[in-house]
């Protein structure tokens, strides 16, 4: 599996409960689209952390533009919002784009606070013909950085099937940090190269320059459009008070020995708070840590005279490498494992890939993103009102500082570090499997309950 994909260009304000429901709706278009005419309504189950923080997350919203065929890439705020005033005031949806049906959104869209077995994501959607009988059902997972899974899919992947028979016999397999750092080791490469030979197998190398420089290119769109933002007040129940232009105004007025600590703030902030109003960002890996890589990325360019657009695609390819570390070893979901496995694993990320682009071995890469990671361990989910702003906006800045951190404390260090980056992701998986529910995006524990709707 390509791990490009990794970063997604799509919209706030979560991955898991915004752009994993408009996939699934688009996923569920597909399975029916050979009985689109007998097709007269379709209903949608939302449980446990979905339902539970869906409507902060507009997990709701986002399902209805993906049964309207509404790809992540072709977002806008006029379409969506004309999507929306169909289903919402005219009780119409075009499903699949294709056949107008009626929707009453009271009765076809549910919100369970109970839980689907095999994750705490999982939504159902059903096609009910002219009588009411259903033409199709499908149950689907949205497991984390907007990947969604089938209820088939995710079973297979729970019982390790897999289908290695289809797999060449010279495919270079590379599943940790452990193998990469072997490989890296006997070919002379960098993280970067390595992660580079291994999308080769995927994708023409014009096609890996293209998609890292479009995923940069609207990493910095974001932040511009953070910085000068059209409201001033993020939307939902917070009514929160967005800082990124301030900030960006009061550091250019000042000349401050500690400005810096300030500018990766405001890169963080600034795009963080674009993906919390629902703007066009880059999952990377998840939407509620979309601006940690960012951050750091807009450190190296602004700040230190190493980086370039082709520093940009390096770096990007080793946070993608780190990141699939993650995903097919541990996760990258809230929900399934808590804020360190969004943040802390965007900062895992942007650590080993800083010091990849500063001429790091695989090794001292490798042990950059443990130490990020490290000293994430334990981090929960529990945004205020079940919207990515508190404590995420925040986070992101914390996530980048300890990214730079981490990548200096690596490269500058003589000794040999004693946990590895393969223990550490197994220990974030097993903290977040260990760490009560409450804890893990549903705002049902933590700041959620304990901070006030109005601040």
């Known amino acids: 599996m390509s791990n490009l994909d990794i970063f997604k260009i799509g919209i706030g304000p979560s991955s898991s409960h915004t752009l994993g429901p408009l996939v699934a709706g688009n996923l569920f278009c597909d399975l029916i689209a050979d009985e689109i005419e007998l097709v007269e309504r379709v209903k949608v189950d939302l449980y446990g952390s979905l339902s539970l923080t869906g409507k902060g997350h507009l997990s709701d919203h986002a399902i209805i533009w993906g049964l309207g065929y509404l790809k992540p890439r072709q977002i806008n705020a006029g379409i969506q919002e004309q999507i929306l005033t169909r289903a919402l005031s005219e009780n119409l949806l075009k499903i699949c784009g294709k056949k107008d049906i009626k929707f009453n959104y009271q009765n076809d869209v549910i919100f369970h606070r109970e839980f689907l077995p095999l994750h705490e994501n999982g939504l159902i959607l059903t096609a009910f013909g002219k009588g009411g009988e259903i033409l199709k059902t499908q149950t689907f997972y949205s497991v984390g950085g907007g990947f969604v899974a089938s209820k088939d899919e995710l079973e297979a992947r729970l019982n390790g099937l897999k289908s290695d028979d289809k797999i060449p016999s010279d495919f270079m397999r590379v599943d940790n940090a452990n193998q990469a750092i072997k490989i890296c080791e006997e070919k002379g490469w960098s993280l970067a190269k390595l992660s580079f030979e291994y999308e080769l197998q995927f994708h023409s190398s014009d096609e890996i320059q293209r998609y890292c420089v479009e995923i940069w290119d609207v990493m910095q769109s974001a932040y511009a459009a953070g910085i ?66 960012p951050a750091v990325m807009l450190y190296l360019k602004n700040h230190t005279k190493i980086f370039n657009e082709q520093k940009a695609v390096e770096f990007l390819l080793t946070a993608m490498m780190i990141g699939s570390f993650y995903k097919k070893n541990a996760s990258i979901s809230g929900a399934e494992a808590g804020c360190q496995a969004e943040v802390g694993s965007a900062s895992s990320m942007a650590a ?42 925040e986070r992101n800045a914390f996530g980048a500082i300890k990214a730079i951190a981490a990548a200096r404390m690596s490269i500058i260090r003589k000794s040999s570090p004693r946990v590895g980056l393969d223990e550490v992701i197994k220990t974030m998986y097993e903290t977040g499997k260990d760490m009560h529910s409450k804890y893990r995006e549903t705002s049902l524990g933590g700041l959620a309950v304990n901070v006030g709707s109005v601040c």
């Open 228 to 293: 000068n933002p059209k409201n001033m007040n993020l939307p939902g129940s917070l009514n929160l008070h967005r800082r990124a232009k301030g900030l960006y105004e009061r550091l250019y007025a000042n000349d401050d020995p500690m400005a810096i600590i300030d500018y990766i703030s405001l890169y963080a902030i600034s795009i963080a708070e674009e993906n919390a109003s629902g703007a066009r960002v880059v999952t990377a890996p998840t939407n509620g840590a979309c601006a940690v890589v």
């Open 352 to 393: 080993g890939a800083m010091a990849t682009i500063y001429g790091a071995s695989a090794a001292v890469a490798c042990a950059a993103a443990e130490v990020a990671m490290e000293h994430h361990l334990g981090l929960t989910c529990d945004p205020v009102g079940g919207l990515v702003q508190i404590p995420c906006i």
